[in-house]
């Protein structure tokens, strides 16, 4: 079956933009996960969906980040004011239920560039 | 929070041998051991996971040991083949969703 997409696939902005990533998770997966993934380094832990409602947003940097899952299933990234620093690769992942540390299946990526 | 810190960063070694990874864990709460590997320009994909009441696990020529006490475990790849080159990422969990990762090794296998 078809795995987590992610679009779009790379995004460059400028310094102060807004921006959206949009995860489309494994279907009848309840867990949404999203992570930040810099040059180098291994996955970042930002926000967890179980369901509709962030069960836990602790790894967001700031209150410039925001995660949205309005129907339990796509789920979209808003960034705002996006700084340089901003700039990674943005990992969603998926698994069929949440705290039961089912396999967590990523997508391809979103790669942005803040210029 | 979790700090996973894992060891070489980078790795070479001739086709046919065997290849170690080994990563350390600071919560001892942490239950579940992940190990994802991710070519170049790739997802990261799931190859094996332990929990913290299995010592050991296989599957083919990729193992993975847990030591609690110590609390660190390792990734074993035997009889290593040109397609194992990747970056391989350990990971903990205390809490079965939020995983905290390790920096990555880069495994190169030479022909």
């Known amino acids: 079956g078809a795995g987590v997409s992610q679009t779009p696939s790379n995004k460059v902005t400028e310094k102060g933009k807004y921006v959206e990533l949009r995860c489309d998770p494994i279907s009848g997966h309840t867990a949404l996960y999203w992570y930040r993934q810099s040059l180098g380094q291994g996955p970042e832990f930002l926000i967890y969906f179980q369901g509709t409602g962030a069960a836990d947003d602790s790894g967001l940097p700031n209150d410039r980040f925001f995660a949205v899952r309005p129907e339990g299933s796509v789920s979209t990234l808003k960034i705002q004011r996006t700084e340089r620093g901003d700039s990674a690769v943005y990992l969603c992942a998926s698994s069929l239920q949440a705290g039961a540390a089912d396999t967590q299946y990523f997508g391809p990526g979103t790669r942005l560039t803040v210029l | 929070g979790e700090n996973v810190e894992q060891h070489p960063s980078t790795l070479s070694v001739q086709e046919g041998d065997s290849a170690v990874i080994k990563c350390t864990y600071s919560?001892?709460?942490?239950?579940?051991f992940p190990w994802y590997k991710q070519e170049l320009g790739k997802r990261p994909q799931l190859i094996i996971d332990i929990r913290s009441n299995v010592g050991e696990k296989k599957d083919q020529r990729i193992a993975v040991t847990l030591n609690k006490t110590a609390k660190h475990f390792s990734l074993h790849i035997t009889e290593t083949q040109p397609e194992d080159s990747a970056v391989y990422f350990c990971a903990a969990s205390k809490n079965d969703y939020k995983l905290s990762f390790g920096a990555g090794t880069t495994v190169t296998v030479r022909a």
């Open positions: 919560d001892s709460a942490s239950n579940y």
